[in-house]
């Protein structure tokens, strides 16, 4: 039983790490699949404010219970900081870096919505 439990973390984990690159790079999903504006939105304003505010992700809790369930040992922190942090910047997650992190979702997401907006424009101006 341990062990359904602590794959189901790690598919927490996964699903999680899928969420966070959605969240940074799904605007590009656009240029292909338009109506996933509906779906990318709100995640990357989820996602923005979650590091801007430094608030909790409900994924964290969920994967902790299980590991805990399973008796293994939970995390302290969130995600980022136990899983994305240690890879992209020292030990440590500080009020800064996610705010640093909150802005670069935010900012590169309007950059590529800017670059779809006009795209499409320019195809409309064009009769396309």
């Known amino acids: 039983m341990e062990t359904i439990y602590s794959m189901a973390a790690d ?10 690159l959605f969240v940074f790079l799904g605007a590009l999903t656009l240029f292909r699949w338009p109506r996933m504006i509906w779906v990318h939105v709100p995640a990357a304003v989820w996602g923005g ?4 505010f430094g608030a909790p992700c409900p994924l964290t809790p969920l994967e902790n219970s299980l590991r805990r369930a399973g008796n ?3 995390y302290g922190g969130g995600f980022v900081d136990h899983y994305i942090m240690p890879i992209v910047y020292p030990p440590g ?16 997401n ?19």
């Not at 598919?11 to 966070?20: K, P, R, T």
């Not at 590529?112 to 409309?124: L, S």
């Open 49 to 52: 404010l979650v590091e801007l």
């Open 110 to 128: 309007f950059v590529i919505y800017y670059k779809f907006v006009t795209r499409k424009r320019k195809a409309g101006e064009s009769g396309e």
């Open 93 to 108: 997650l500080t009020k800064e870096a996610q705010v640093v992190l909150g802005v670069l979702i935010l900012v590169l």
């Open 72 to 74: 293994a040992e939970a």
């Open 11 to 20: 598919g927490i984990v996964v699903l999680h790490l899928c969420f966070i």
